[in-house]
């Protein structure tokens, strides 16, 4: 299934993307999307037959924002220098255990909403990334098997990031990492049983058109079902907790000088197969 949430920032309802590309509406089953729906396995199960019976009510998308397709989010779990392309065009030695950092849940935006570039930055930088959403708490999992049965779906995220913040300002990546908007998501939840390989997903993304990162995540270096058992070693995972798994090569960092950062005005697309697509306009904050 794909699941969404449509409407104004703060207000959006929960809806389905049938397999005709039309949009239902599932506020008269559910009341949002999120953790508590994506541990409810007969609620999914209602979702899923009312669908495949043509139950749910149409919506017209025309004009329709689409928001983050997961509400309540407790944490945003990510993942750095997880692709062995990345790690290359940095000039990163690969990491001997996967490289865990945060974002704030509200730093979560819809797929199309605008990015706001930080006062005083010089290097915002974009990175298209494959995520997960937890659907089981996840505790001292002890194999990659056990990982991905505890994803309930796959979405598109996009971890913007601010270079100077995060490596030339002292301390952690934080500061790079959790300004405002910097983390769109969507357009869809995409459930786990329509992803029956993690490992074989194009990601793409375009600065103004520009074709920028054109890679797979068959180059991760820690895949999905590692990760998800790795992280559970350090902290315990809940339904609708995010992992954010990694960008592949092409962002501006590695890019030769002067790097391409972005600014007010640039437009990225985004997209992860199968898992839709994303575009924002960048302006100042």
């Known amino acids: 299934m794909k699941l969404l949430r449509v409407g104004t920032a703060g207000a959006e309802r929960p809806a389905l993307l049938d397999t005709e590309g039309v949009l239902r509406d599932l506020s008269g089953l559910v009341p949002d ?24 009510p149409a919506v017209d998308a025309e004009g329709q924002r689409v928001g983050p397709p997961l509400g309540r989010i407790g944490k945003v779990v990510c993942i750095g220098l997880n692709y062995h392309d990345h790690a290359r065009e940095t000039g990163a030695e690969p990491p001997a255990e996967p490289v865990i950092f945060f974002k704030a849940a509200d730093t979560v935006v819809g797929p199309n909403d605008t990015v706001l570039v930080p006062r005083g930055s010089t290097k915002t930088d974009w990175e298209v990334e494959l995520a997960v959403v937890i659907g089981r708490t996840a505790r001292y999992l002890e194999s990659a098997e056990e990982g991905l049965a505890h994803v309930a779906g796959y979405v598109v995220a996009h971890d913007v990031s601010e ?76 339904p609708g907790d995010v992992i954010n798994t990694g960008t592949p090569a092409g962002v501006a960092l590695g890019q030769p000088e002067p790097k391409p950062y972005l600014r007010a005005g640039d437009v990225v697309e985004l997209e992860v197969e199968g898992l839709g697509r994303q575009r924002q306009e960048f302006k100042d904050a």
Not at 33 to 56: H, K, Y
């Open 33 to 56: 999307i999120d953790g508590a729906l994506l541990a409810d396995a007969p609620a999914l199960d209602r979702i899923r037959a009312a669908a495949e019976a043509g139950e749910l």
């Open 163 to 238: 270079r100077e913040f995060q490596i030339e300002r002292g301390g952690t990546w934080d500061k790079g990492k959790n300004c405002e908007t910097f983390n769109p998501l969507g357009p869809w939840l995409v459930t786990a049983d329509e992803v029956p390989d993690p490992q074989r997903l194009a990601l793409r993304l375009w600065v103004n058109g520009e074709l920028k990162q054109d890679g797979t995540t068959a180059e991760q270096i820690f895949p999905v079902g590692e990760v998800v058992r790795y992280v559970s070693q350090f902290m315990t995972l809940y």
